[in-house]
């Protein structure tokens, strides 16, 4: 294990001990401080999982590589989880975008932060158009779709729902995948909208 990984290993089982999160981010912050930031994603890389770790090392990532657009969605990934809010993350997510549009993780977060469902929808249907073979892109345009419909009562994002869900169940893999695509499009296709 090369040393910054066990040096933030360390701060992070100090941290699992104390839970001063304060005390974690200022010893990350001096571990990573004079590190490159190649040398920084490779070391964090063992703890991805962390967002306690991701984010500190992935701050400085970003001040050193603002365009660094996987640095971008990584950093984003790690603020969506930890509830920072849409706004910073769809800043970042949009930087990414602009710095390699065929990031789908940055299309990704970009619609997820989106907080008007209707303009959610709008999103998760740029997405699967950027990216027509991302069947998750298209579950989330199919869900966000529906739970639009049910909100709205509005028949036009029922139909993209149960046209969405249609061909994810023309591309299911198995008998699972098949059996809930068929249910919910039952469900959605007895709705009286």
Do not use: C
Not at 60 to 78: F, I, T
């Amino acid at each position: 294990m090369p040393p910054l990984t066990e040096q933030l290993s360390e701060a992070l089982q100090r941290f699992d001990a104390d839970g001063n999160v304060g005390t974690l981010f200022d010893t990350v912050k001096a571990l990573v401080r004079d590190a490159e930031p190649d040398a920084l994603m490779a070391a964090v890389e063992p703890l991805r999982e962390r967002p306690e770790i991701v984010i500190p090392v992935y701050e400085q990532v970003v001040a050193r590589r603002p365009d660094h657009a996987r640095a971008l969605v990584v950093l984003a990934n790690a603020y969506w989880i930890t509830g920072r809010g849409p706004d910073v993350v769809g800043e970042l997510a949009e930087r990414a975008m602009r710095a390699d549009p065929a990031n789908r993780g940055a299309w990704h977060l970009w619609a997820l932060a989106e907080a008007d469902v209707r303009s959610r929808v709008a999103r998760w249907t740029k997405v699967s158009q950027q990216f027509p073979e991302d069947q998750l892109a298209r579950a989330a345009l199919a869900d966000n779709a529906a739970g639009l419909a049910g909100a709205q009562h509005d028949p036009l994002a029922l139909d993209l729902a149960i046209r969405t869900y249609e061909g994810l169940l023309a591309e299911a893999q198995t008998s699972t995948q098949r059996r809930a695509l068929v249910q919910t499009l039952e469900t959605l296709k007895g709705w009286k909208i």
